[in-house]
């Protein structure tokens, strides 16, 4: 037989001396390196690395806090790590889940695996429509190896074989009947394919996830909003306080309707001195404003707690936080009223001690700036400090630092509404001021230093009954309102993953053959064989089940079995 044009002997390896022409090896060429690495891409070895490398690269997100969840968050980190911050943001990890190294591992895990079942489902279509292969001739040498002697007169090989055909029919195996010749009958059986079934349908429900991800973080939106008690809030751009649209967002999926807290509720720990003070509940009682057809409001009352979101409007509405909002009126020196408002404190420890920021650019003859502290339950240390032992509203004080000067508002530049630049203010009450801090009461008013008017604490429930002070701070809740209009099709997708997933580990993928073999003197020899793809520690029993039964049909009074 003549060798190919191109076909290279491999030459004698070269001597010590190191002369010798060395191996030829053909070359690949621009095609050959192209199909060589779209192999390797679209192998499965690679796709459940790149599976892996994604778990992976997901992790900084958890660990730092990310611009499209929690931009306070990622505001403060870089306040309390101005060396370190810079660096992390440089390589993306504020935005992990829009980087373009995640978004690089995303794509190519998206590309393998497409890749990978594509060519993999259409070997499984044709491997469907194939019969059982043909019987080996030695089954001696297969798994689960068993033998009947059937007494002549009980049964022919023809009906031994037709009987085995029926049984593992009802066992789920596809069967196919041969004739060897010399009086050999044999039926060949297989069953398993759910197994690779269910392998593709994991991996492409895999594809699926990806695809819906990538889709609902498209399409969709997450916002953050604080509302104080008794206030509402209104399902448009210019109502969240801070607002992180996916990359094809049009506001004309922005459904209309309003959201009024009517009631916050926190339950605390009370009886276990050990848990003192710790939240049990929380309940944010809202009622749902929703524009009907007749052009009037629907109000639906609902609730959201903690992992129990409210859907509206297309939205899941998260309760992410709360904390109190006291009402604080402050008059210039002219005795107008220049700031009269409820304002968040955002909670600093367990006890709700909790710090908040007012500011009065209108204030005359200077604007005014305060820092505050809310203790729920104030109480002194031994060091003249104020701290708070209760989260509840037991004995609630605010304590006030006054700044004077420029505010920085008329400026244009952005500032956080819960941060007060200090460095160019000049303190009149507080510990680097000649009056100390202003410490007020629900119901109460005090002065401000050099005739700069006055702040009053508004106890928000004056007609209580005399101590009672649980209402006299309203409450706030803060609000996540996240649209994905994918997340149906993410569970579905998830579920088949799991299915899928059980299918290829739990459904052995098997081979069974039963030969009957006519005996000179009129009986007949059946042998039973197994074999496996794959690791299948029941297939010798499944063999021996078959072969009991078989055994009792082609011969009841005795089946034989050795």
Request: glycine share 10%; with cysteine.
């Amino acid at each position: 037989m003549s060798r190919p044009s191109d076909h290279y002997d491999s030459p004698t390896p070269p001597p010590a001396s190191g002369k010798g022409d060395g191996i030829t090896q053909p070359q690949l060429g621009f095609a050959g390196y192209v199909r060589f690495f779209w192999r390797q891409l679209t192998s499965m070895r690679t796709a459940l690395f790149l599976l892996l490398l994604l778990a992976i690269a997901a992790v900084p997100g958890s660990l730092v806090p990310q611009r499209s969840s929690n931009p306070n968050g990622v505001l403060q980190y870089f306040r309390d790590n101005p060396d370190l911050a810079p660096v992390l943001d440089s390589f993306q990890a504020f935005d992990v889940y829009s980087s373009a190294w995640f978004s690089a591992i995303y794509l190519l895990l998206f590309i393998s695996l497409i890749g990978c079942v594509i060519p993999r489902t259409l070997h499984h279509l044709k491997a469907l429509r194939t019969p059982p292969p043909r019987t080996p001739a030695r089954l001696e040498r297969l798994e689960g190896f068993t033998t009947s002697e059937v007494a002549a007169g009980e049964t022919t090989a023809a009906e031994a074989v037709e009987s085995a055909r029926g049984i593992l029919k009802r066992s789920g195996y596809r069967v196919r009947l041969f004739d060897n010749g010399r009086g050999q009958l044999s039926a060949s059986a297989e069953r398993g394919y759910m197994r690779e079934t269910g392998n593709l349908v994991f991996h492409s429900a895999l594809v699926g996830v990806l695809i819906s991800v990538g889709i609902g973080g498209g399409f969709g939106y997450s916002g953050q909003k604080v509302i104080v008690e008794g206030d509402s809030f209104a399902n448009v751009l210019l109502s969240y306080e801070s607002f992180l649209p996916g990359r094809f967002f049009d506001d004309g999926v922005l459904e209309p309707y309003r959201l009024t807290l009517d009631e916050f509720d926190a339950v605390y720990e009370q009886e276990d001195l050990g848990a003192y003070g710790m939240p049990i509940d929380y309940t944010a009682s809202v009622t749902a404003h929703l524009p009907s057809d007749d052009g009037t409001e629907t109000e639906v009352p609902a609730e959201i707690k903690v992992n129990d979101p409210l859907r509206i409007g297309g939205n899941d509405i998260f309760l992410l936080g709360n904390g109190y909002a006291p009402i604080i009126t402050v008059r210039d020196g002219d005795g107008e009223v220049a700031f009269s408002d409820a304002v968040p404190f955002l909670p600093q420890d367990s006890n709700l001690t909790s710090l908040g920021v007012i500011k009065v650019p209108d204030a005359v003859p200077e604007q005014l700036g305060m820092i505050g502290f809310l203790y729920p339950t104030q109480t002194t240390l031994d060091t003249g400090a104020l701290t708070s032992n209760y989260p509840d509203l037991l004995n609630p004080v605010i304590s006030l630092q006054v700044f004077t000067g420029d505010l920085g508002l008329d400026a244009g530049v952005p500032r956080s509404v819960y941060e007060l630049n200090t460095d160019n203010l000049t303190e009149v009450a507080g510990r680097n001021a000649d009056t100390e801090s202003i410490q007020l009461r629900p119901g109460e008013t005090v002065d401000l230093p050099d005739d700069l008017g006055s702040v009053t604490f508004e106890n928000a429930a004056p007609d209580a009954a005399a101590g009672d002070l649980s209402d006299s701070v309203p409450r706030f809740a803060s609000l996540d309102i996240h649209r994905d209009p994918s997340q149906g099709f993410v569970l579905v997708f998830a579920i088949l993953v799991v299915a899928g997933l059980l299918t290829s580990l739990f459904i052995p993928r098997r081979r069974v053959w039963v030969k009957a073999m006519e005996r000179d003197d009129g009986g007949v020899t059946l042998e039973y064989a197994g074999l496996a793809r794959g690791d299948d520690p029941g297939l010798e029993r499944a063999v021996h089940d078959i072969a009991e039964r078989h055994g009792q049909q082609v011969s009841p009074s005795k089946p034989g079995i050795n």
